[in-house]
């Protein structure tokens, strides 16, 4: 809930939002729960969990974020938390494009962060999981964008994250 405050505060005008793959919709709930009459909609590919996130009310499309995305989830806020990590680095840029072209105000990334692009082994598999410079990946394939506000959640930080993940908020 902390961290949602304080990203959304560095936005304005926010009606609607788009999450790419939202699982069982725990970020949405709270977004929901901070900004009551907001649009909720979401991208999931995991067909269990976008039946859960839909039982709560959200706009759930059954698909993935590396295809192209229905035009009518275009929203003012487009994000990822902990998703970039998992999509192979051959079609980060689709995601990329994705998260640009369904935005109309904002984007959000929270990601795992390494200047230098780095696999990790993800429960004892290769090819899963990465972190790289993700925003930085994003903006320079979208120069146009503005850099709103950045920041780091760190694990020993009980208020805010059980992971370490930097966050950016882009405008349009």
């Known amino acids: 809930k902390n961290f949602w405050s304080e990203a959304l505060n560095y936005t304005k005008n926010i009606n609607s939002v788009l999450e790419f793959g939202c699982n069982r919709g725990s ?4 977004i929901r729960f901070l900004k ?18 839909s039982k709560e009310g959200f706009n759930i499309h ?6 192209e995305i229905p035009k009518d989830l275009k929203s003012d806020l487009t994000f990822t938390c902990g998703v970039l ?3 192979a680095p051959e079609y980060l840029k689709k995601v990329y494009t994705n998260l ?14 390494s200047t230098n692009p780095q696999e990790i082994i ?13 925003a930085h990946e994003l903006w320079e394939l979208y120069p146009s964008l503005k850099l709103v506000k950045y920041g780091f959640d760190w694990r020993y930080d009980k208020e ?3 992971n370490d993940l930097n966050w950016f908020i882009f405008s349009k």
């Open 36 to 53: 009551k009459d907001i649009k909720i909609n979401a991208i999931e590919i995991n067909k269990n969990a976008s039946q859960i996130a």
């Open 122 to 134: 993800y429960r004892g598999h290769k090819n899963k999981m990465w972190k790289r410079d993700f």
């Open 160 to 162: 805010r994250s059980r």
């Open 62 to 67: 059954l698909g993935s974020i590396t295809e």
């Open 100 to 113: 640009f072209n369904l935005s109309k105000k904002y984007i959000l990334i929270s990601e795992y962060f």
């Open 85 to 87: 990590i998992h999509i």
């Open 27 to 30: 970020n949405l709930k709270t």
